[in-house]
């Protein structure tokens, strides 16, 4: 309880800080509202938009960055993210990303039941025969991220899925490893069952 109060309070004064800053000289800042409006009113998500909220800061940071360059090109970043970081300041970008990062997530529970277990297991010891690392040892034990690593904790399903399949298709995240390497490895099922295991993970 006294840990959430303290979230909340800090997310409260993250959010003062944003709006004065936009106030005191960074008038061309998009507010907060012009990203909610696609990623949901608490930043929980809304397909296909992923949940921003409770995202570590480093990473929300590098993927803005990395829109407003046109690395991360999928085809839903060039046709939301591309024009949505177009114009933000370096300030914007570092206080849009603690912003979200401070807002408590919820975990989406999308994913398929019968696939958690199997999802679990690579995602505790990875596929050792395929030469394929264990998530754990970047992504955390409970999925929450490391630095500028992303939380995956209760992603959407379907958010999960496609960004593992888009390193196969050729579409390019922030970095060029380790993510292409590990995902170009992973069949259809068990991207599936990673998604789904995830997606159930607070
Ligand atoms: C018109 C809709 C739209 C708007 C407006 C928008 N987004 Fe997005 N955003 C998306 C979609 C869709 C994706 C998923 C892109 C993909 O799948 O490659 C995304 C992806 C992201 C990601 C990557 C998350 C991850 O887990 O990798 C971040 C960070 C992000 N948006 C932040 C923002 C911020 C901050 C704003 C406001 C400045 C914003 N977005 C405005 C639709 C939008
Ligand atoms: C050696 C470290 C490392 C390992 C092991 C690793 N990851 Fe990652 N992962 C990263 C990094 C770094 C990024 C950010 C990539 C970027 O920005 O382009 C990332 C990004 C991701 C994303 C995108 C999240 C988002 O919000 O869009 C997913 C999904 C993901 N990893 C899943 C996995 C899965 C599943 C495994 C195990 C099969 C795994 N990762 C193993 C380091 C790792």
């Known amino acids: 309880m006294q840990m ?10 993250a959010f003062a800080a944003l709006v004065i800053s936009v106030l005191v000289g960074h008038a061309e800042s998009p507010g907060i509202r012009n ?7 608490s930043a929980q998500g809304y ?5 921003l909220a409770g995202q570590r800061a480093g990473y929300i940071e590098q993927q803005l960055v990395s ?3 046109h ?4 085809p839903f970043s060039r046709q939301y993210m591309w024009g949505a970081t177009a114009t933000l300041s370096p300030q914007a970008v570092r206080d849009l990303a603690l912003y979200f990062s401070q ?3 919820r975990p989406a529970n999308d994913g398929d039941r019968e696939l958690v277990a199997a999802g679990e297991a690579i995602y505790q010891r990875g ?3 395929a030469n394929i690392a264990a998530c754990v040892a970047c992504h955390g034990p409970k999925a929450e ?6 939380r995956l904790s209760g992603l959407a399903y379907t958010y999960l899925k496609r960004r593992l399949e888009q390193w196969s298709e050729g579409y390019h995240g922030a970095l060029p490893a380790p993510m292409p390497h590990i995902a170009r490895n992973l069949s259809r099922s068990q991207i599936e069952g990673l998604a789904s295991y995830l997606s159930f993970v607070k």
């Open 145 to 150: 991220g490391v630095g500028a690593i992303p």
């Open 35 to 41: 990203c909610t409006w696609c990623h949901g009113g």
């Open 67 to 69: 829109f407003g360059k």
């Open 71 to 74: 690395t991360r090109d999928s």
């Open 127 to 129: 596929i050792p025969e």
């Open 4 to 13: 959430k109060s303290n979230h909340t309070k800090t997310a409260a004064v």
């Open 47 to 51: 397909t296909p938009a992923p949940r």
């Open 103 to 105: 807002l408590p997530p």
